[in-house]
């Protein structure tokens, strides 16, 4: 019995529902983007009633999202008599004892008072009347609306769920008879797209920052349309912590952001050192076709585009062979040759950089970046990470975190130590102790590297001497007898790099004093106290193992 | 009578050998300053804590022998160091900036073991 009652209950509602005269309005075209052009169309369904002679009814709409662009009447009557009026910065408050919907109810609510017009900025209305001596048919249109979607940006909402209202309806058959009016409450959009981005966050992830060899301050964003490189949409610096707000940008659309360093930071000719060659070294003995081919020694895939100095240009990388390695190895010994190569130092930097989360995943045996991204209503804010050419070790660079950027350890060279590594595990730098002196010897100034360690392959020290004081009269080694030594005098700038490297990895660099600078003073000196500084203090094993050497 | 000999010859033997000569720092100036003055048995006093080129710098020694006179980054690593042997007390000596990156640093003294016997900070600008 309950059950056959509610059914009674429900089909009563229909019939007094679809018995009473409509107020419809809906979109005739699909939009998706701001910008586009909403038409709505304003439609009269005669229902059960009688004809209609007057039709006016009040439309609010939010004039933050939406600008009426035009009002045309679709009747064709020569007879009917219409006038739209618009008030801007006003919103109505229904009556709220009766239904929103009930739209000849609400008419004689606000005729009576029962309902107003405020005023809220927010909101324009616009009163359509519509009279004629003969009545409209059954599902005519009496209007189209064109409405320009706006920006939701620098508003207080945050969708376009509520557009359009239809406030009340004042149809009259032609004695004066108030026709019974129903309609729907609102019109709304969801999936709107573009739009001012407003602020969008990026930053920058470096271990030139994370290290405090530099600071975020030291790198630029340059931001292109997807797919271009030539005309940027905007650019800008990172702040010392490596952040940056963007602004000027448009939701869902795609662009393409690039992270450079200053090349003109002095730190950078210490991004590339003997622990790079030797690491480029190894895979050249190991793994022969590198990480796109059989094996490698790497950890990383990227690390092939980034010791990738000789030949296809940076980023596409390519294989890494021994004239890669001889490429690093002539750069530390001060050697111009006939290549053009991709090392970077100070002034002539190769910049990498990409989506931190993706950076040097491996698609297709090849490590990617990708300069990519897309604000979106919920997703404003964007990591990068940056690394340079020659820099394998990632001192000067940012170490990827994908798991996807790591090589895994079926496809590790058999011949290192590396092949005995669980993927994803890495080479751990070890530490050992050095002494690095200066002191006066009989008038001049020595400069001594006195090392207890044994193991080493390679090493490299890149020492500045005050050259206002100071003139480098030698350089002796005492290394043994079977390592390659290096020595580049930068005299200009006060810089000398010495080292020496054993491309075999079978000899060490032998213990003692294996280095000593010899200095004549221009100059009466006591003491040299600040004289001589060291920037660069680093060894690497047979395994690869670099070694950061301390001291007390 | 034997014994006497052997002990005089042993005298002359000794007393023959060089005395322990530390090789002595020139100074140009002997006396310290009143602003270079420490008061305790050792340390390390700058002229100034911020300096442009060159600052002149006593080291005071409880003894004679070799120090150490380092200084440090702002992460306290190690970025120059020389070694001096000097005399007990007061040496004046100086540091030399020109080499250095404009920063702050911190210099020290210590003894040959690196046993820290006076400490400062010092700004280049």
Redesign the interface.
């Known amino acids: 019995m309950k059950k056959i009652l509610t059914l009674l209950v429900s089909v009563l509602c229909t019939i007094s529902v679809f018995g009473q005269s409509r107020m419809d309005y809906s979109p005739v075209n699909t939009v998706t983007q701001v910008g586009d052009t909403l038409v709505v169309k304003y439609q009269y369904f005669i229902g059960d009633k009688n004809e209609a002679r007057l039709y006016q009814f009040d439309i609010q709409h939010n004039n933050k999202l939406l600008d009426v662009i035009s009002n045309d009447w679709q009747t064709t009557s020569t007879s009917a008599q219409k006038a739209v009026n618009t008030w801007n910065g006003y919103k109505f408050t229904i009556d709220g004892t009766k239904d929103q919907t009930d739209f000849d109810g609400q008419y004689l609510s606000w005729l009576a008072g029962n309902a107003s017009y405020g005023a809220n900025a927010d909101w324009s209305v616009q009163r359509v009347t519509y009279q004629d001596v003969t009545s409209l048919s059954d599902g005519d249109e009496i209007m189209k609306v064109s409405y320009k979607i706006k920006d939701k940006s620098n508003t207080n909402y945050t969708d376009y769920t509520n557009l359009i209202n239809v406030n009340w309806a004042n149809y009259q058959e032609v004695d004066g008879t108030q026709i019974d009016v129903t309609g729907q409450s609102n019109l709304g959009l969801t999936g709107i797209q573009g739009g001012d981005a407003g602020n969008v966050s990026i930053s920058v992830s470096s271990n030139v920052i994370t290290n405090n060899i530099g600071d975020g301050s030291d790198f630029s964003y340059t931001i292109y349309n997807k797919g271009e490189n030539t005309n940027p949409i905007t650019s800008g610096n990172f702040d010392a912590a490596g952040d940056a707000t963007i602004q000027g940008l448009e939701n869902d659309v795609e662009y393409d952001l690039y992270v450079s360093i200053d090349n003109s930071k002095t730190y950078l000719d210490n991004a590339v050192t003997v622990s790079d060659l030797a690491l480029v070294f190894a895979e050249a003995i190991g793994a022969g076709d590198g990480p796109n081919g059989i094996s490698t020694t790497f950890d990383y895939y990227i690390q092939s585009i980034l010791a990738n100095v000789v030949g296809t240009s940076i980023p596409n990388g390519g294989d890494v062979n021994f004239q890669d390695s001889y490429e690093i190895l002539a750069y530390l010994q001060g050697v111009t040759t006939g290549n053009t190569p991709f090392i970077s130092k100070t002034g002539e930097v190769y910049n990498v950089s990409g989506i931190k989360s993706t950076f040097g995943d491996e698609v297709n045996g090849i490590a990617t970046v990708s300069a990519t991204f897309k604000p979106t209503d919920n997703d404003k804010s964007f990591q990068f990470a940056h690394a340079i050419a020659g820099d394998v070790n990632f001192s000067h660079g940012f170490e990827p975190t994908s798991t996807n950027a790591s090589i895994p350890n079926a496809a590790q060279s058999a011949t290192t130590a590396r092949s005995m590594m669980a993927r994803g595990e890495k080479f751990q730098p070890e530490t050992a102790n050095i002494d690095l002196v200066s002191e006066i010897v009989d008038g001049n100034v020595i400069f001594s590297i006195n090392s207890d360690i044994a193991e080493m392959v390679g090493s490299q020290f890149n020492i500045e001497y005050d050259r206002t004081r100071l003139v480098l009269d030698n350089v002796i080694f005492d290394t043994g007898n079977t390592m390659t030594n290096f020595s580049n005098h930068i005299e200009n700038e006060g810089k000398v790099r010495i080292g020496s490297f054993d491309q075999n990895f079978e000899a060490t660099v032998k213990t003692g004093t294996p280095y000593k600078l010899i200095f004549i003073p221009t100059v009466q000196l006591n003491n040299t106290a600040g004289l001589i500084t060291f920037k660069v203090k680093e060894g690497v094993k047979a395994d690869g193992t670099q070694i950061n050497f301390i001291m007390n | 009578m034997k014994k006497l000999l052997v002990l005089l010859s042993l005298i002359f033997v000794v007393g023959c050998q060089p005395d322990e000569i530390l090789s002595p720092?020139?100074?140009n100036q002997t006396e310290v300053p009143n602003s270079l003055q420490i008061d305790a048995i050792s340390g390390l006093k700058l002229e100034s804590n911020i300096v442009s080129d060159e600052v002149r710098?006593n080291v005071k020694l409880p003894y004679s022998g070799t120090y150490?006179?380092k200084?440090r980054d702002?992460?306290k690593e190690?970025?120059?160091?020389?070694?001096?042997t000097a005399n007990e007390g007061d040496n004046?000596?100086?540091?030399?900036?020109?080499?250095?990156a404009k920063d702050g640093y911190t210099?020290e003294l210590t003894n040959d073991i690196?046993e820290v016997l006076g400490l400062t900070t010092l700004i280049v600008n």
Request: positive net charge; aromatic residues 4%; charged residues 20%.
């Open positions: 720092i020139d100074l710098m150490r006179i200084i702002i992460s190690l970025i120059s160091q020389e070694k001096i004046l000596l100086k540091v030399y900036v020109s080499s250095l210099i690196h």
